[in-house]
């Protein structure tokens, strides 16, 4: 027990030292934005940087619903939102830390938290990944059309870079979680596949579900903020597209090593669509979408950390 206690303050420990770590990346990214105030000086920049806000608040709570669905299937707990959002909210901060990877591995600090299997947790991250991956990818292939060729043209070093990169590791990985688990691993696949005939694949298929609403939720998201920053710039067709750019930005982003968040990557991808539009209004827009991105990524931590201290004091001592 006492073991398990110290494991937990470890944990603990080592997540407030990465979060402050990605605190100080957040700093030095809003300082290279250099963010020229003035473009805050109308009530639509204003407006469209609350909208923005709102938003990504509510999508950041809302992505821990799926992921914790699908932990719940694999492991058979009934682990709830609240007892899990202050994990997600606190992970999500860290891929703000160069290397795109650590807002995944952060997850699995509620392995310790509730005691259930690494491999499960693990498990779960990787196909709540790869939900949101697949989405993204439909919704930004149907805004783009055969935009979606000159984009794809332009990035598929990043992505080939990329998947090799992910292959890489996916691989080691495997092999790491064979050599720890060994002769579990048989016993792992009885119980996962015992899993999705008794009820888990209902689950996972409400959490994919779940996850197709937050991503529609997003592109509407954008698709607004766009409208309302382009105005009467572009007409209907033209601000699909440009939501589709910048969801599949996302995809490239996530398949570029090193990448913190996708830094500059959908500033690119948007400027290379919008090659007949106002290049000013694309910066705002992005720039709009970075800092509502960012203030919603700290504030969704401030709030994971007030429901962590409210389900403690909860607790019966």
């Known amino acids: 027990m006492d073991k398990r206690v110290d494991a937990k303050k470890t944990v603990r420990i080592l997540g407030n030292i990465v979060t402050v770590i990605a605190i100080v990346f ?6 290279r934005m250099r963010v020229d105030l ?35 299937a694999l492991s058979g707990k ?6 899990s959002l202050p994990v997600f909210t606190k ?8 290397g795109n990877v650590f807002q995944y591995v952060g997850r699995n600090r509620l392995a310790v938290e509730k005691e259930i299997s690494h491999v499960d947790v693990a498990t779960a991250t990787v196909i709540d990944t790869l939900f949101q991956l697949c989405l993204y990818l439909v919704l ?22 990329g998947l090799i990169v992910i292959a890489v590791v996916a691989s080691a990985a495997v092999i790491i979680v064979i050599l720890v688990v060994g002769r579990r691993a048989r016993e792992y696949a ?36 766009i409208m309302l920053v382009f105005g009467d710039e572009v007409g209907t067709g033209k601000l699909i597209m440009l939501t589709g750019a910048y969801l599949f930005a996302w995809i490239i982003g ?12 959908r500033e690119a991808v948007m400027l290379l669509v919008c090659t007949s539009v106002n290049e000013d ?29 409210s389900c403690l004091k909860a607790k019966p001592a």
Request: aromatic content about 8%; charged content about 15%; proline content about 3%.
């Open 26 to 31: 957040i700093a030095v990214r809003l300082y």
């Open 38 to 72: 003035s473009v805050l000086g109308t009530g639509k920049t204003i407006a469209v940087l609350a909208l923005a806000f709102v938003f990504q608040l509510l999508l950041v709570i809302l992505s821990s619903i799926p992921w914790i669905t699908i932990v719940n």
């Open 78 to 83: 009934r682990i709830r939102i609240r007892e």
């Open 91 to 98: 992970a999500n901060l860290y891929k703000y830390i160069p």
């Open 140 to 161: 930004s292939l149907m805004m783009l059309g055969d935009k979606i060729v000159t984009v794809a043209g332009r990035y598929v070093h990043n992505v080939i870079v």
């Open 190 to 225: 009885m119980r996962y596949r015992d899993t999705l005939s008794s009820g888990g694949l209902r689950m996972i298929s409400r959490s994919f579900a779940i996850t197709a609403g937050n991503c529609i939720l997003s592109a509407v998201e954008y698709f607004i903020c």
């Open 254 to 265: 996530f398949v570029t090593p090193g990448a913190p968040g996708g830094i500059g990557v």
């Open 281 to 309: 209004l694309v910066m705002i827009f992005v720039l709009l979408m970075r800092l509502g991105s960012v203030a919603a990524d700290i504030a969704a931590g401030i709030i994971g950390e007030i429901v962590q201290k």
